[in-house]
Protein backbone atom coordinates (compact mmCIF):
# COMPACT_ATOMS: atom_id res chain seq x y z
CA UNK A 1 0.00 0.00 0.00
CA UNK A 2 1.44 3.10 -1.46
CA UNK A 3 1.82 6.07 1.89
CA UNK A 4 -0.79 8.27 0.20
CA UNK A 5 -3.37 5.34 0.86
CA UNK A 6 -2.10 4.63 4.20
CA UNK A 7 -2.55 8.31 5.09
CA UNK A 8 -6.19 8.03 3.45
CA UNK A 9 -6.66 5.18 4.92
CA UNK A 10 -5.87 6.70 8.46
CA UNK A 11 -8.69 9.37 7.41
CA UNK A 12 -11.02 7.64 6.34
CA UNK A 13 -10.95 5.56 9.48
CA UNK A 14 -11.78 8.68 11.73
CA UNK A 15 -14.03 10.74 9.64
CA UNK A 16 -14.89 8.16 6.55
CA UNK A 17 -14.92 8.87 3.08
CA UNK A 18 -17.20 11.41 2.27
CA UNK A 19 -15.91 13.25 5.70
CA UNK A 20 -12.36 13.31 4.43
CA UNK A 21 -10.71 15.59 2.11
CA UNK A 22 -8.02 16.23 -0.29
CA UNK A 23 -6.10 18.18 1.46
CA UNK A 24 -6.30 16.42 5.22
CA UNK A 25 -4.93 12.99 3.24
CA UNK A 26 -2.43 15.40 1.67
CA UNK A 27 -1.39 16.79 5.47
CA UNK A 28 -1.73 13.24 6.29
CA UNK A 29 0.50 12.17 3.59
CA UNK A 30 2.78 15.23 4.13
CA UNK A 31 2.21 16.70 0.65
CA UNK A 32 1.01 19.26 -0.83
CA UNK A 33 -2.77 18.76 -2.88
CA UNK A 34 -1.01 18.71 -6.03
CA UNK A 35 1.45 16.35 -4.83
CA UNK A 36 -1.44 13.84 -4.20
CA UNK A 37 -3.21 14.12 -7.75
CA UNK A 38 0.39 13.49 -8.77
CA UNK A 39 -0.17 10.10 -7.77
CA UNK A 40 -3.94 9.66 -7.81
CA UNK A 41 -6.15 11.26 -10.32
CA UNK A 42 -8.62 11.92 -7.53
CA UNK A 43 -9.91 10.87 -3.95
CA UNK A 44 -12.20 7.52 -5.51
CA UNK A 45 -8.60 6.53 -7.09
CA UNK A 46 -7.12 6.55 -3.48
CA UNK A 47 -10.51 4.76 -2.19
CA UNK A 48 -10.19 2.12 -4.75
CA UNK A 49 -6.71 1.29 -4.23
CA UNK A 50 -7.12 0.43 -0.83
CA UNK A 51 -10.24 -1.58 -1.24
CA UNK A 52 -7.95 -3.81 -4.58
CA UNK A 53 -5.07 -3.94 -2.29
CA UNK A 54 -6.92 -5.43 1.02
CA UNK A 55 -9.24 -7.65 -0.98
CA UNK A 56 -6.16 -8.97 -3.35
CA UNK A 57 -4.35 -9.44 -0.16
CA UNK A 58 -6.98 -11.31 1.68
CA UNK A 59 -7.74 -13.45 -1.19
CA UNK A 60 -4.06 -14.26 -1.63
CA UNK A 61 -3.34 -14.74 2.11
CA UNK A 62 -7.15 -17.37 2.17
CA UNK A 63 -5.80 -18.91 -1.19
CA UNK A 64 -2.61 -19.59 0.68
CA UNK A 65 -3.84 -20.95 4.03
CA UNK A 66 -5.74 -23.38 2.34
CA UNK A 67 -3.41 -24.49 0.48
CA UNK A 68 -0.99 -25.50 2.82
CA UNK A 69 -3.12 -27.14 5.43
CA UNK A 70 -3.46 -30.05 3.38
CA UNK A 71 -6.46 -32.17 2.34
CA UNK A 72 -8.21 -32.70 5.26
CA UNK A 73 -11.61 -30.38 5.43
CA UNK A 74 -11.45 -29.33 8.65
CA UNK A 75 -7.95 -28.20 8.33
CA UNK A 76 -8.56 -26.44 5.69
CA UNK A 77 -11.59 -24.64 7.26
CA UNK A 78 -9.49 -23.97 10.39
CA UNK A 79 -6.63 -22.68 8.96
CA UNK A 80 -9.06 -20.45 6.21
CA UNK A 81 -10.80 -18.76 10.10
CA UNK A 82 -7.44 -18.54 11.26
CA UNK A 83 -6.53 -15.88 7.83
CA UNK A 84 -9.94 -14.54 8.35
CA UNK A 85 -9.28 -13.40 12.31
CA UNK A 86 -5.42 -12.64 11.37
CA UNK A 87 -6.00 -10.24 9.05
CA UNK A 88 -9.28 -8.30 10.13
CA UNK A 89 -7.52 -8.08 13.53
CA UNK A 90 -3.92 -6.99 12.42
CA UNK A 91 -5.63 -4.87 9.37
CA UNK A 92 -8.95 -3.79 11.45
CA UNK A 93 -8.47 0.03 9.42
CA UNK A 94 -8.69 -1.35 6.22
CA UNK A 95 -10.82 -4.00 6.28
CA UNK A 96 -13.48 -1.80 8.32
CA UNK A 97 -12.80 1.03 5.59
CA UNK A 98 -13.25 -1.25 2.57
CA UNK A 99 -16.48 -3.11 3.97
CA UNK A 100 -17.98 0.22 5.50
CA UNK A 101 -16.79 2.39 2.33
CA UNK A 102 -18.14 0.21 -0.47
CA UNK A 103 -21.13 2.61 -1.02
CA UNK A 104 -18.76 5.16 -1.95
CA UNK A 105 -17.28 2.79 -4.89
CA UNK A 106 -18.63 4.13 -8.03
CA UNK A 107 -18.87 1.95 -11.48
CA UNK A 108 -16.29 -0.67 -12.51
CA UNK A 109 -14.84 -0.24 -9.12
CA UNK A 110 -17.26 -1.22 -7.48
CA UNK A 111 -18.39 -4.32 -9.35
CA UNK A 112 -14.51 -5.38 -9.22
CA UNK A 113 -14.68 -5.22 -5.60
CA UNK A 114 -17.94 -7.01 -5.32
CA UNK A 115 -16.65 -10.09 -7.34
CA UNK A 116 -13.46 -10.22 -5.38
CA UNK A 117 -16.05 -10.26 -2.08
CA UNK A 118 -18.08 -13.11 -4.01
CA UNK A 119 -14.73 -14.77 -4.65
CA UNK A 120 -13.62 -14.81 -0.67
CA UNK A 121 -17.29 -15.54 0.11
CA UNK A 122 -16.73 -18.35 -1.89
CA UNK A 123 -13.57 -20.07 -0.61
CA UNK A 124 -15.65 -20.34 2.88
CA UNK A 125 -19.08 -21.60 1.38
CA UNK A 126 -17.03 -24.44 -0.53
CA UNK A 127 -15.41 -25.40 2.46
CA UNK A 128 -18.60 -25.87 4.53
CA UNK A 129 -20.26 -27.36 1.75
CA UNK A 130 -17.14 -29.97 1.84
CA UNK A 131 -17.49 -30.59 4.87
CA UNK A 132 -21.46 -30.85 5.11
CA UNK A 133 -20.61 -33.37 2.30
CA UNK A 134 -18.36 -35.43 3.93
CA UNK A 135 -20.18 -35.04 7.42
CA UNK A 136 -17.31 -32.99 8.93
CA UNK A 137 -20.05 -30.45 9.57
CA UNK A 138 -24.11 -31.04 9.92
CA UNK A 139 -25.11 -27.17 8.51
CA UNK A 140 -28.73 -27.31 7.72
CA UNK A 141 -27.71 -24.14 5.40
CA UNK A 142 -24.55 -24.28 4.25
CA UNK A 143 -24.51 -21.27 2.57
CA UNK A 144 -26.32 -18.99 4.89
CA UNK A 145 -23.54 -20.79 7.41
CA UNK A 146 -20.65 -19.71 5.84
CA UNK A 147 -22.25 -16.21 5.12
CA UNK A 148 -22.55 -16.31 9.08
CA UNK A 149 -19.03 -17.14 9.46
CA UNK A 150 -18.07 -14.57 6.96
CA UNK A 151 -20.14 -11.75 9.29
CA UNK A 152 -18.06 -13.38 12.26
CA UNK A 153 -14.80 -12.69 11.22
CA UNK A 154 -15.50 -9.32 9.60
CA UNK A 155 -17.02 -8.20 12.68
CA UNK A 156 -13.42 -8.86 14.35
CA UNK A 157 -12.42 -5.77 12.26
CA UNK A 158 -14.98 -3.21 14.14
CA UNK A 159 -14.39 -4.30 17.74
CA UNK A 160 -10.67 -5.89 18.47
CA UNK A 161 -7.90 -4.06 19.90
CA UNK A 162 -4.44 -5.86 20.65
CA UNK A 163 -4.37 -4.50 24.05
CA UNK A 164 -7.91 -5.71 24.94
CA UNK A 165 -6.03 -8.59 27.08
CA UNK A 166 -6.18 -11.32 24.19
CA UNK A 167 -3.85 -12.38 21.48
CA UNK A 168 -4.48 -13.05 18.14
CA UNK A 169 -3.43 -16.42 18.26
CA UNK A 170 -5.71 -16.46 21.15
CA UNK A 171 -8.45 -14.61 19.19
CA UNK A 172 -8.15 -17.07 16.41
CA UNK A 173 -8.70 -20.16 18.40
CA UNK A 174 -11.72 -18.65 20.45
CA UNK A 175 -13.14 -18.19 16.67
CA UNK A 176 -12.17 -21.69 15.29
CA UNK A 177 -14.46 -22.94 18.08
CA UNK A 178 -17.13 -20.29 17.69
CA UNK A 179 -16.92 -21.07 13.60
CA UNK A 180 -16.79 -24.83 13.85
CA UNK A 181 -20.28 -24.70 15.78
CA UNK A 182 -21.95 -22.50 13.54
CA UNK A 183 -20.80 -25.26 10.64
CA UNK A 184 -22.45 -27.66 13.44
CA UNK A 185 -18.96 -30.00 13.80
CA UNK A 186 -19.69 -33.56 13.67
CA UNK A 187 -16.81 -34.29 16.33
CA UNK A 188 -16.12 -37.79 15.37
Same mark, same amino acid.
Given at each position: ? &??? &??????? /? @???????????? +? !????????? #? +???? /????? $??? %?? =????????????? *?????????? %????? $?? =????????? @?DFADVAFVT??? +?????????????? !????????????? *?? #?????????????? %??????? +?????????? &??? #?? &?? $?? =??????????????? @???
Amino acid at each position: M &SPI &SRAALRC /F @AVNGYHGTTIRQ +I !ASAAGLSVP #G +IYHY /FGSKQ $DIL %VD =LCEVAMGELISAS *ERAIDEAGVN %VLDRF $DA =LVECLVQFH @ADFADVAFVTFSE +IRSLKDEALVRHLA !ARRREQELITALV *EE #GVETSVFQAPDPRH %VARAISS +ICIGISQWYR &SDQ #GL &SV $DE =LSEVHVRICRDTARW @ART
